[in-house]
């Protein structure tokens, strides 16, 4: 069965700190891979998502990037984090168009706090 | 503009009683709409799924109904439990294109919680 994993699970930064959060997924190869934030009261917020290792999307331009340097594992990163970074960072993969009728499997997220 | 708005914000419900979750979206192309759960400080796990032909599904205590011509669906939840607390996040997935695969519009969730 596939899982998915995120590390760590809660991070306190200051502002103006690198950051590095990871994702990797098991059981399922060249999944298409998503992170997203979500802040409080908010719906999800898409900031990248992947379809194979090296290709990476933006969907909202930030201080945020993205890297996937395997076909599993999925990074996103700052190198100076503001407070409005703040929030809950969830990873998430599908299989191609189609494949479960579209339907994200989510890892079980990051809480972000920044000082 | 693809949202999806969902009603209410918050509810507070005691054991046992049921409930109904309301989502309204104007999304476009259509391909399907979730009601996912989420637990406080988790990631939000899929409860159903229903396409454009879909009018309901259940799924155990939790049933959705999907109208396609006013865009509107809910979610009732029936014998509600302390269990059920949690976050109610409406997703509608648009096609997008196949090398991105399917591009999902969120809802901000209804916060649900059942007392005792």
């Known amino acids: 069965s596939q899982t998915i994993h995120q590390w760590p699970a809660t991070l306190v930064q200051p502002v103006g700190s690198p950051l590095s959060l990871e994702c990797t997924v098991e059981?399922?190869?060249?999944?298409?891979l998503y992170w997203y934030r979500q802040a409080a009261g908010r719906g999800l917020q898409l900031l990248f998502y992947?379809?194979?290792?090296?290709?990476i999307s933006s969907e909202v331009p930030q201080n945020l990037s993205a890297s996937r340097p395997q076909d599993r594992q999925f990074i996103l990163s700052s190198k100076k984090l503001l407070l409005s970074d703040s929030g809950f960072y969830l990873c998430?993969?599908?299989?191609?168009?189609?494949?479960?009728?579209?339907?994200?499997?989510f890892g079980p997220g990051t809480r972000l706090t920044v000082l | 503009k693809n949202q999806v708005e969902q009603s209410p914000q918050s509810l507070i419900i005691l054991e046992g009683k049921n409930c109904t979750l309301q989502c309204n979206y104007t999304v476009s192309p259509f391909s399907n709409l979730r009601w996912y759960k989420q637990d406080t400080g988790r990631g939000p796990v899929s409860l159903t799924i229903?396409?454009?032909?879909?009018n309901t599904k259940s799924n155990g205590r939790y049933t959705a109904t999907l109208d396609a011509d006013t865009k509107q669906s809910s979610l009732h939840i029936t014998a509600s439990q302390l269990s059920d607390s949690a976050s109610y996040i409406c997703?509608?997935?648009?096609?997008?294109?196949?090398?991105?695969?399917?591009?999902?519009?969120f809802g901000a969730g209804t916060i649900l919680r059942v007392k005792s």
């Open positions: 997703v509608v997935t648009t096609t997008r294109d196949m090398e991105y695969g399917n591009k999902l519009v």
């Open positions: 229903m396409t454009f032909s879909e």
């Open positions: 059981g399922t190869s060249n999944p298409n």
């Open positions: 998430a993969w599908t299989t191609l168009a189609g494949g479960s009728q579209g339907e994200q499997f």
């Open positions: 992947s379809v194979g290792i090296g290709q």
